[in-house]
């Protein structure tokens, strides 16, 4: 396929060579022609002078060289409109080239001054090119700036399996500000949040691995099972007691899932899992005191 | 007999006058006809001349922009620093 597609281009262009070949030997024929038409047309004066003179038919000659004249006179024109035809043609083919030319060379300079520009700007302002990036992401303000700044360096510095901290506030404020989306009302919900929160389950969030779930539907998914099973526990009261999820049950029940913390996302299975340990041993203990008091009457 | 020789002569001469003046013209055409010859090689000429500058200058233009261009690339080919990003 691919030589048969480039068959046709050869063809053409040796047709076209062959053409242009063509042509430019009959331009330096037409040219040839034009210098030996001089010299002819001297000599065909000089011999009908000389037949004028020494010719006894005179009105014969001046016939003939009237005809030879027009003759003359009519391939001169022929030739010299063949030749200005050409060169005009040749003259206006050369300033097409030259003009698609510039524009090549235009395009070339486009290309390489955007190429230049490019780089060459990135390298002088790449920093504030890449604030701007950010700007995009409601980081308009300078505050906000530093402050996504400052959280991606705390999200450098900690890692997932960090220590426990010792003041839950700060502590969870750091953890808190690397936050994917940092926007003040995520924040201002959060601090509300975790101002509510007992520093016992605090000290718990942290120890948590997983600091930023991706599925969040877990978040509503998972209150669910313990206020279900807390009907049925006799003693739901001392297990709210020993497990406040009153205060989770409020996070986790707003509406606005978004503002809810990656770790109260994460803290609920850990959480039910112990409740439902709780409750049990609750209950076992409770059935087994139940068991106890009914033997000792009977 | 005289008489008839001299009208004989003047026809003749007249009959040169009028060949004379056919020739004159057909000449005045000749040379009329060469000189518009003339004056179309000299207006071609003229357009060949200006064309030529034109192109001439456009050449030079290119020369001179094609000759920046690579003073750029060879710059910017010497100090490839500035186009790692």
Same mark, same amino acid.
Not at chain 1, 172 to 183: C, I
Not at chain 1, 254 to 270: L, Y
């Given at each position: 396929m ?5 068959m ?16 430019s030997?009959?331009?330096?024929d ?14 065909a004066?000089?011999?009908? #002078?000389?037949?004028?003179t020494?010719?006894?038919q ?10 030879y ?6 391939n ?11 060169v ?7 300033v ?23 780089f060459?700007? #990135? ?26 700044r ?8 900690e ?14 404020r ?5 936050s994917?989306?940092p ?6 919900a ?6 509510t ?8 969030r942290?120890?948590s ?5 991706l ?12 206020n ?20 989770r049950?409020s ?5 606005q899932?978004?503002?809810e913390?990656p ?13 439902l340990k ?7 203990s409770?059935?087994d005191?139940?068991?106890y008091?009914y033997?000792?009457e009977? | 007999?005289a008489r008839a ?18 020739n ?11 000189r518009?010859?003339?004056e179309f090689?000299?207006q ?10 034109s ?12 000759e920046l ?17």
């Amino acid at each position: 396929m691919a030589t048969a597609a480039a068959m046709p281009m050869s063809r053409e262009a040796s047709n076209y060579d062959e053409i242009s070949m063509q042509q430019s030997l009959m331009f330096s024929d037409s040219l040839k022609d034009l210098k030996n038409l001089r010299t002819q047309l001297y000599s065909a004066a000089e011999y009908f #002078e000389l037949s004028y003179t020494n010719d006894d038919q005179k009105q014969m000659v001046v016939e003939t060289l009237k005809d030879y004249a027009i003759k003359a006179l009519v391939n001169t024109v022929d030739h010299l409109g063949s030749v200005t035809y050409k060169v005009n043609d040749l003259l206006d083919e050369k300033v097409d080239e030259v003009s698609g030319t510039e524009l090549r060379v235009s395009c070339i300079e486009q290309v390489w001054s955007d190429y230049f520009n490019y780089f060459v700007g #990135e390298t002088m302002h790449g920093a504030n090119r890449t604030k701007s990036k950010y700007i995009g992401c409601s980081l308009d303000d300078e505050d906000d700036w530093h402050q996504f700044r400052n959280a991606v360096r705390a999200t450098i510095r900690e890692t997932p399996t960090s220590s426990v901290r010792e003041t839950p506030t700060p502590s969870v404020r750091r953890g808190r500000s690397p936050s994917p989306s940092p926007r003040p009302p995520q924040r201002s919900a959060t601090f509300s949040f975790t101002s509510t929160m007992p520093k016992k389950e605090l000290e718990k969030r942290t120890v948590s691995p997983h600091r930023f779930p991706l599925l969040r539907s877990g978040s509503v998914s998972r209150p669910t099972t313990p206020n279900k099973s807390r009907p049925t526990t006799p003693t739901s009261a001392g297990a709210r007691r020993r497990y406040p999820s009153e205060p989770r049950k409020s996070a986790s029940m707003r509406i606005q899932p978004e503002k809810e913390s990656p770790k109260d996302i994460e803290q609920f299975p850990s959480k039910s899992k112990r409740l439902l340990k709780a409750l049990l041993s609750r209950r076992k203990s409770k059935k087994d005191e139940m068991l106890y008091t009914y033997l000792d009457e009977y | 007999m005289a008489r008839a020789g001299g009208i004989t002569n003047a026809v003749n001469v007249g009959i040169a006058v009028q060949a004379d003046w056919e020739n004159r013209e057909f000449i005045s055409h000749i040379s009329l006809n060469v000189r518009r010859l003339f004056e179309f090689l000299v207006q071609f000429e003229a357009t060949t001349k200006s064309k030529l500058a034109s192109l001439n200058e456009k050449l030079d233009t290119l020369e001179r922009r094609l000759e920046l261009l690579e003073v750029q690339v060879g710059t910017a080919s010497a100090n490839p620093s500035l186009f790692s990003t």
